[in-house]
């Protein structure tokens, strides 16, 4: 997602595109959810996931995770326990170390 735009007037829905040289309209998500319509447009039909088989994480952040799993319920345990770490990843950002492209107010 490259651009999000909000409309007052259309407050069920988001206006967004995934290039900045798009020079289309924006695509419409509708995310009011109403019974009986099945014409909204979904998130997956247009995004692509960033890191589809998953994204490793620093060691310190997995084993402070699941230092957390008596606090998780034990249905969701399965997701925490397949976290992947990465000893070599040190987090600069709030779990983000690749490139920014914005400017950091320090």
């Given at each position: 997602?490259?651009?999000?735009?909000?409309?007052?007037?259309?407050?069920?829905?988001i206006?967004?595109?995934?290039?900045?040289?798009?020079?289309?309209?924006?695509?419409?998500?509708?995310?009011?959810k109403?019974?009986?319509?099945?014409?909204?447009?979904?998130?997956?039909?247009?995004?692509?996931p960033l890191?589809?088989?998953?994204?490793?994480?620093?060691?310190?952040?997995?084993?402070?995770?699941?230092?957390?799993?008596?606090?998780?319920?034990?249905?969701?345990?399965?997701?925490y326990?397949?976290?992947?770490?990465?000893p070599?990843?040190?987090?600069d950002?709030?779990?983000?170390?690749?490139?920014l492209?914005?400017?950091?107010?320090?």
């Amino acid at each position: 997602m490259k651009e999000i735009k909000l409309l007052k007037e259309k407050k069920y829905s988001i206006f967004m595109k995934t290039d900045y040289n798009d020079n289309n309209d924006y695509k419409e998500i509708i995310i009011n959810k109403k019974k009986g319509r099945h014409d909204q447009t979904n998130f997956s039909n247009f995004l692509k996931p960033l890191w589809p088989n998953g994204k490793p994480v620093a060691e310190a952040k997995i084993n402070d995770i699941k230092s957390y799993l008596h606090l998780i319920p034990a249905s969701d345990h399965h997701f925490y326990t397949n976290l992947t770490g990465n000893p070599s990843i040190e987090e600069d950002i709030d779990g983000f170390n690749g490139e920014l492209d914005f400017e950091l107010d320090v």
